[in-house]
């Protein structure tokens, strides 16, 4: 509660004459907004991706045929290369380029898909270059989501795709 002393004089003399001013309904009004604004804001959920990661315990290791994967290495300024080579078959001619316009990666891997020879044991193996950016990766993983295909790994690039990748790049 605020008071606001002030002085009057009457006929010669002067009286003090108190103003009190109540401020409990400016506090409750601040409340009232404070309560308004708090529950019209939209309050937005955080936009994740599943990765469906395996479960613990032991795991069958399975090696992959080359033929029935497809790798995809993100480089720099968007760009996007893909092999289906093992360390002895790769060179500059079978790392193709693409890029993230429409659904091409997805295309990509609905091609690779029909020409595996195992189609169950089918993988997609995403390798960021360090000059990769985060969108680009999202990307390609927003693409092999709309593949609907499940099997899929990130891992670093090897020596012999840094290799071929170097060379197409510079």
Same mark, same amino acid.
């Given at each position: 509660?605020?008071? @606001?002393?002030?002085?009057?004089?009457?006929?010669?003399?002067?009286?003090?004459?108190?103003?009190?001013?109540?401020?409990?309904?400016?506090?409750?009004?601040?409340?009232? %907004?404070?309560?308004?604004?708090?529950?019209?804001?939209?309050?937005?959920?955080?936009?994740?991706?599943? %990765?469906?990661?395996?479960?613990?315990?032991?795991?069958?290791?399975? @090696?992959?045929?080359?033929?029935?994967?497809?790798?995809?290495? %993100?480089?720099? &300024?968007?760009? @996007?290369?893909?092999?289906?080579?093992?360390?002895? *078959? %790769?060179?500059?001619? +079978?790392?193709?380029?693409?890029?993230?316009?429409?659904?091409?990666?997805?295309?990509?891997?609905?091609?690779?898909?029909?020409?595996?020879?195992?189609?169950? +044991?089918?993988?997609?193996?995403?390798?960021?270059?360090? *000059?990769?950016?985060?969108? +680009?990766?999202?990307? @390609?993983?927003?693409?092999?989501?709309?593949?609907?295909? *499940?099997?899929?790994?990130?891992? &670093?690039?090897?020596?012999?795709?840094?290799?071929?990748?170097? *060379?197409?790049?510079?």
């Amino acid at each position: 509660m605020a008071e @606001v002393i002030t002085k009057e004089t009457q006929g010669g003399k002067s009286k003090r004459k108190t103003i009190k001013v109540d401020m409990t309904p400016m506090v409750d009004l601040n409340f009232l %907004l404070l309560m308004f604004f708090m529950f019209t804001a939209s309050f937005s959920k955080p936009n994740v991706m599943d %990765l469906g990661l395996p479960a613990k315990g032991p795991h069958s290791t399975t @090696v992959v045929n080359d033929k029935n994967q497809v790798t995809f290495i %993100l480089g720099k &300024d968007n760009r @996007v290369f893909y092999h289906q080579s093992n360390a002895n *078959e %790769l060179n500059a001619g +079978n790392l193709k380029e693409t890029d993230f316009s429409g659904v091409k990666i997805s295309n990509i891997i609905s091609e690779a898909y029909k020409k595996a020879p195992n189609p169950e +044991n089918f993988t997609i193996i995403v390798k960021p270059t360090d *000059e990769a950016n985060y969108k +680009n990766f999202v990307d @390609v993983i927003d693409n092999i989501a709309i593949s609907k295909k *499940e099997r899929y790994g990130i891992t &670093d690039i090897k020596p012999w795709e840094k290799k071929v990748y170097n *060379e197409l790049t510079k």
